[in-house]
Every structure is written in structure tokens, then in C-alpha cells.
């Protein structure tokens, strides 16, 4: 117990000197979320409206043209029909709305040229002009009301964007420390000996391997807790469920990937081969994994590829307890799959892991 005390102490310290190690472990998954979270993905898109008059509008029209304006949703920019047209045909307009000067009392006609390459947001503007020309022409009749809307609120969680990107970027990064940190580290140890120089000395080889295990453990919770304070703190994201349970996920989700790290230092010969290796497994799943789109939003063969990635229950698990307060019962079926997933990478890395060189 002593000897894995003073490995596991000594592992801490060579780990916290590293700086590449604690670039990619805590710096860089860092970069990432203050970038997605600063885009803000979660505000409507403004659409650019081209707006033209055939000649100086009346007060009525003036005002439907200020309301336009004033529609947080559009970019209004005005000007003469050839100008916006070429804009239009510039892929600088969604669409190009021509406004007759007597619009209002009318009747009247107008013509909207919509934007074939942007038919989402040309359909969205299409829409909102229709409806405000529809509000209009009941003010202008003085219709009276047919329809009151009760509009009322329920407290909900507000969960943005942030909300859904904490949970897989912590994963992520996870998935990444665990990986690269342990492969890098231990194929170096190899390629210069010091592995096989460890056989001579009375010490356990398997208490040398835990202590860098215990390590990586230790480094995940760290890990784990201050992107949890920095995206409640510097972002307002929701943490609903228990700390304690995120806490286990995330050994959990170490275990299963420290699996795989220990099978490519066992794989790889040298240092510079780690990263192919390494990348051929993580770079998949760092776009299929969860982390930055659900995977619902795949194509419905992709989501039978990415729904068993080990970092989709990982990220998954984390991000039902962050989200929705969830009971380890109510994501035992992640558990059970990340557990599946780390028999499977300690098996393999106990079949390619050697403290020997490979013979070339």
C-alpha cells in the first residue's frame, strides 16, 4: 500500500508537469465550450430582407414599413429593385419584398422574390410578412376579435445549447485525457526501456499500472468538477441532477476509455504512431459521440452506428443527470453498456499491453 501511495503521488506530479497534458486535459475542452457558448446558438437567426418602394409611401404604408424595421427577426436592408435583385441573385437575401407606396388602405399587391439557396429562412420571412399583413388588413376592416389567446407560463429548466454541450464535453475531454495521456505516456515509457527496467526492481509491475490509473482517476474528477463550475458560473448552465452521481459516471466513463489508452500504448511501437492510432478510434466519436449534436439528428443509418459509440452512453448518462435530474435507475441502461464496453477495452488492453518493447 505503501509503494502505491508514493507511485500514485509520483504519477500526480509528472502529470501536473506536463504541459501538453494539461492543455489538452483541462485548457483546450475549455476553449471549445467558451467558443460554442459565446456563438449562442440558441438566438433566432436574423434574416436579410431586401426592401424596395416603388415611390414615397403614404403615412399607412410608412408605418408597415417601420414594423418590418422594427421586426427583431429581419435585417431590413432597403434600397432600388436592380440593387436588391443582384444582392438576391449575391446570396446576400433571404428574400426581396417589393412594396407598392399605397400599400395601406389598399387593395394592394406585393411581391415577394424569394432566395431558392436559403428556402428555410426565405419560407420563414414568406410566413411572418404574411401574418402582418393579415393583422393589418382586420385593423384596417376594424374587425373585431374573434379569438382571444390565453397565453400562460410553466416553470421550466430553460436549457439552452450550453446545456446540451456540458454534459458531452465533459465527456469528451474525459475520453481524450484517459486516451492520450495514458497511450503517449507509456509507449515513451517503453520505447526508452524504463518499462522493462521495472521487471528487475522488486516492485509489483501491476502497482506501477494502477498508480497511473488511480491518477488518471483522480484527474477525471478534477476534471469533471471545475467544467461543471465554469459552465454554471460563466455560462448559466443547469445542473439538475445529483453531483454525487455525475461523480461515478465519469469514473466510470475514465475506466472504460483508460481500456482503450492502455490497448494503443500496447499496439503502438513508437511515440509518433500514437496519435494515428489513437485518432482512428477518438475521431469518430468525437463528431458521432454526442457531444456536439444529438444524434437524433442523424441520417437514420448513421444513428444505429452512433447510438453504440461508448462516448453516446457516456455522454448520454451525464447529460440525462445534468438535464433532467435523472436516477441511476433511469439510465441503467447506459451504465450497463458503458460497463459492456469497459470489459471489452480491459480485455483487449490485457491481450496488447506488454511492458517489453516491440521487436521490430
Do not use: C
Amino acid at each position: 500500500m505503501r509503494t502505491l501511495r508514493i507511485l500514485t503521488w509520483a504519477a500526480i506530479k509528472m502529470f501536473v508537469r506536463n504541459r501538453q497534458a494539461l492543455f489538452f486535459t483541462f485548457f483546450f475542452p475549455f476553449f471549445l465550450m467558451t467558443v460554442l457558448g459565446l456563438i449562442n446558438f440558441d438566438r433566432p437567426q436574423k434574416m436579410d430582407l431586401g426592401l424596395v418602394l416603388t415611390g414615397p409611401p403614404n403615412p399607412g404604408t410608412e408605418q408597415f414599413v417601420s414594423a418590418l424595421k422594427n421586426n427583431p427577426l429581419f435585417d431590413v436592408h432597403e434600397g432600388i429593385e436592380s440593387s436588391e435583385r443582384q444582392a438576391l441573385n449575391d446570396d446576400k437575401r433571404a428574400a426581396v419584398l417589393i412594396i407598392p407606396q399605397d400599400l395601406i388602405p389598399g387593395p394592394s399587391k406585393l411581391t415577394l422574390i424569394k432566395n431558392a439557396g436559403q428556402p428555410q429562412p426565405a419560407a420563414t420571412a414568406a410566413n411572418i410578412i404574411n401574418g402582418m399583413l393579415d393583422k393589418t388588413a382586420l385593423q384596417i376592416s376594424q374587425a373585431s376579435d374573434l379569438f382571444t389567446l390565453d397565453t400562460q407560463e410553466v416553470n421550466s429548466n430553460h436549457l439552452k445549447y450550453i446545456d446540451f454541450l456540458l454534459p458531452g464535453l465533459i465527456a469528451l475531454s474525459v475520453m481524450q485525457m484517459s486516451v492520450f495521456s495514458v497511450a503517449f505516456v507509456f509507449v515513451m515509457y517503453k520505447e526508452k526501456g524504463i518499462l522493462k527496467r521495472l521487471l528487475a526492481t522488486p516492485m509489483k509491475p501491476g502497482v506501477f499500472v494502477l498508480s497511473n490509473v488511480i491518477t488518471r482517476l483522480i484527474v477525471t474528477l478534477v476534471q469533471t468538477s471545475i467544467f461543471i463550475i465554469l459552465g454554471v458560473t460563466a455560462f448559466h448552465a443547469h445542473v439538475i441532477g445529483s453531483y454525487w452521481l455525475l461523480a461515478l459516471i465519469a469514473l466510470f466513463g475514465s475506466i472504460m476509455f483508460l481500456g482503450l489508452g492502455f490497448t494503443i500504448s500496447g499496439l503502438a511501437s513508437t511515440v509518433e504512431s500514437v496519435p494515428a492510432l489513437a485518432n482512428l478510434v477518438v475521431f469518430p466519436m468525437l463528431f458521432l459521440g454526442g457531444t456536439f449534436f444529438a444524434v437524433e439528428s442523424f441520417p437514420n443509418w448513421l444513428q444505429h452506428i452512433a447510438r453504440y459509440l461508448p462516448l453516446t452512453f457516456f455522454s448520454d448518462a451525464m447529460r440525462q443527470v445534468m438535464t433532467k435530474g435523472a436516477k441511476i435507475s433511469q439510465i441503467s441502461h447506459d451504465l450497463y453498456w458503458m460497463a459492456g464496453w469497459a470489459v471489452v477495452m480491459i480485455i483487449l488492453a490485457n491481450l496488447a499491453f506488454s511492458f517489453e518493447e516491440k521487436r521490430q
